[in-house]
């Protein structure tokens, strides 16, 4: 699994983004070895499929679902492709030249066998034209603890792992990526810019509402994501590498009934608040409802689709 084959997948999702589409396949073009692009369209209502048709060597249409999400296309795409490594992007995306230079490398071999993929830095470029780089806050030349839509994964790793839960409308690389750490499996950070991302920007207030009321699909992210670690039975696994949420609620726990170790939980929410962020503690405070909707809210999705070839 650590040998780099010379030829890629490149699998694309996307909804409504005929006008990012044009930028993305042409960063695309510079890679120089062997590739295959699959597009894969999220029931759009404008020209992504009649643009894609031009560049890619399928096009996936899935059909019009309540449960469509970003899951369901790599899901999609994953079964579809048909070499051993897999770049995953949204069509929102750009790669960078560093990036491609570096898949442009006749072969790579990874030290560590265990290393199922990679990534590189996140630059989001908001709507207000305000620039954020190395978004993901990922450290150099590691072995990562997460990795978002734009990500090169081994195809054997991911089908080993049970592929993308298309059940799971948002959080669906953390689901991903704890299945993948069971197997010891991993994703190494390259120290080199991967792509840019265009992106809305979201004011602090729209983001709290998400946070408390379900203004989208993605509120019952979370509890889905659990399910899905249920399901694959290894949730034990999610919960180790990521404890801070059951902490937070242990430690609620823990206070109401021995209210003398409340001081374990204010203890606590100082840690969090110096080591990551302050907001945050909303974020776990909010996991608990979120997760029990998203729990309930979970249903099994076989994605429809049509493939279409290369014009």
């Not at 602090?204 to 399910?227: D, E, W």
């Not at 399901?231 to 430690?251: A, D, E, Q, V």
């Not at 608990?288 to 998203?294: A, D």
Request: net charge neutral; aromatic share 16%.
């Amino acid at each position: 699994m650590g040998y780099f084959n010379k030829m890629i997948s490149i699998v694309i999702i996307g909804k409504n983004e005929a006008k990012n589409l044009t930028t993305l396949y042409s960063s695309l073009s510079k890679i120089k070895i062997d590739k295959e692009l699959l597009y894969v369209d999220s029931a759009s209502e404008d020209d992504s499929v009649v643009i894609s048709k031009n560049y890619c060597d399928k096009v996936i249409e899935i059909k019009k679902s309540q449960q469509l999400c970003a899951s369901a296309g790599r899901y999609l795409g994953t079964l579809e492709a048909s070499y051993e490594w897999i770049l995953y992007l949204d069509g929102d995306m750009e790669l960078e030249d560093g990036f491609i230079a570096y898949l442009n490398q006749e072969a790579y071999k990874s030290e560590e066998i265990n290393v199922c993929g990679f990534i590189g830095y996140y630059t989001y470029i908001y709507s207000d034209g305000i620039k954020s780089s190395n978004t993901l806050i990922q450290e150099k030349n590691k072995l990562v603890s997460h990795f978002g839509g734009a990500v090169l994964l081994n195809k054997e790793a991911v089908l080993k792992a049970g592929n993308w839960n298309p059940s799971v409308v948002a959080n669906e690389e953390i689901d991903l990526y704890s299945r993948l750490q069971y197997l010891g499996l991993k994703v190494y950070g390259l120290d080199m810019d991967m792509v840019k991302h265009i992106a809305k920007k979201i004011s602090n207030l729209h983001t709290l509402l998400t946070l408390l009321y379900p203004l989208n699909q993605r509120y019952f992210g979370f509890g889905q994501a659990l399910k899905s670690q249920y399901i694959h039975k290894t949730l034990l696994t999610f919960i180790r590498l990521h404890p801070y949420p059951f902490i937070f609620w242990g430690l609620i726990g823990v206070g109401l009934i021995y209210s003398s170790l409340f001081i374990l939980f204010f203890l606590f929410c100082i840690y969090i608040s110096f080591t990551k962020k302050p907001h945050y503690l909303i974020i776990y405070f909010t996991d608990l409802f979120r997760g029990i909707s998203g729990i309930a809210s979970y249903k099994e999705y076989s994605p429809k689709f049509e493939i279409r070839y290369k014009l």
